[in-house]
């Protein structure tokens, strides 16, 4: 059944599904409350100095540039095969959208989500029954001064994304021993290591864990700091020796469509092979224990498999994975994938609840903003129940619209 506008919707996150999915609501005219727990891309921020994989046109919408084009006819957007880094992506695209009157007014930051439940039925009542859609959802939400706030809502969308979340390094995917506590020490994303983190890694002994397009990066940036400051030294753990029919660790789609994560795989492989006595690989290797010694600035870290040991790190890199946040969604009736704890489907048992972008995904890395854009427009379509509904779409040929 259609949920007409102008129901309430809450969105959890304003990363580059949020903030879009906020402005496609408002242009339908419901009322929209966005729940962000930092700041506007927050998750990308960490990562601004590195360079997209997709060309800016994949990551923005017609929507938000026409958004944008009637606020700040000045703005120059970045050109549409651009690959901006995710610093130029928010500031020339993502901040502006937020700052533009249709979602400025619904932005709350700094309020970090805490649980999304139904107002009076708990997870075991009314599995599939009509009555589960007659109460509202509730959306509770800590302030920075620890303050809380429910806010009500027809509807939830649920787009807080998985980097909050990373993985565990323990080889089975569990913390390793001493993990938990050694975890503020240590980075879980991609180092600025020719920027802001260059004086941190230059001349350390720094230990990689992973095998996936985020640790290729990082080796790629690290191999180029240890040949410029000598004492650096990298060593790259990974479960795997070879991936399939490849030279190294990291799996390289032969047809990828993103030639620029194509060259990170490759190059990430390519450096094992090169002579290089700054970089070592340790294949089928994980970690078992770590301890993070807080006067010396250094961890000791207890490997197993091939390379069964113990060894001293100053820096530890691991970048073994997301998984979604689900805690706060324990109350709601979800259908997820044993496998990824992504969703199998957009609709879900919960009514009016959906999870959209990289969270809908839950721990399948191929997630791309595309993919979450392309959601958002069949998330609309089946809340107005207007299967042809699509914003995003070019104006039939010969009308007047913009
Ligand atoms: C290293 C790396 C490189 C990537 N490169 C590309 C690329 O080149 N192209 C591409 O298309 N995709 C890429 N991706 C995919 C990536 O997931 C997207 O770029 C994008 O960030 C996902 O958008 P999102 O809105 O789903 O989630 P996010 O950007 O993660 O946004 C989620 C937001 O929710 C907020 N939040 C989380 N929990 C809560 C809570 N409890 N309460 C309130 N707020 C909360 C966060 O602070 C954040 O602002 C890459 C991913 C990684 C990890």
Redesign the pocket.
Known sequence: MAVESPAQIVI?????????AALYARFLGYKVTV??????????RK?EH?????PFS??CTKLGKSALAAQHPDLSLPLSDQ?VT?GQYLEQYLQPLADSDLVVDCLKLR????SVARSSQTKTENFGQPQRSETTLVTL?KDESGREHVFESDIVLD??????QPNFIGGGGSPAIGELAARPNFET??IDSHGKDAKRYANQQILVIGAG??AA?NICQLSVLARETLETHVTWVTRECKADGQNGPVTVIEDDP?P??KRVASEANQLLVEENGHLVHWPETTVKSMHYEPQNDQFHVTLEGKHTGIHTFNRIVANVG?RP?LE?LQELQLDLCPNTEGTKSLIQPEPNFYI??????GRD?S??????LGQIRRVFAIIGDRENLDLYADPPSGSNQA
């Open positions: 959890v996150g304003a990363g580059p599904i949020g903030i879009e729940l962000e727990s930092g700041e506007v891309g927050a998750h990308l990562c590195v360079r997209m994989f997709t994949a990551n690959f995710y309020h970090t989500v805490l939400a787009c807080s994304g998985v980097v909050g994303g991609l397009h985020s990066t993103l620029q994560r997301y946040n706060i959209l972008g990289s969270k809908s995904y890395s997630y791309l903003i595309s993919d979450g």
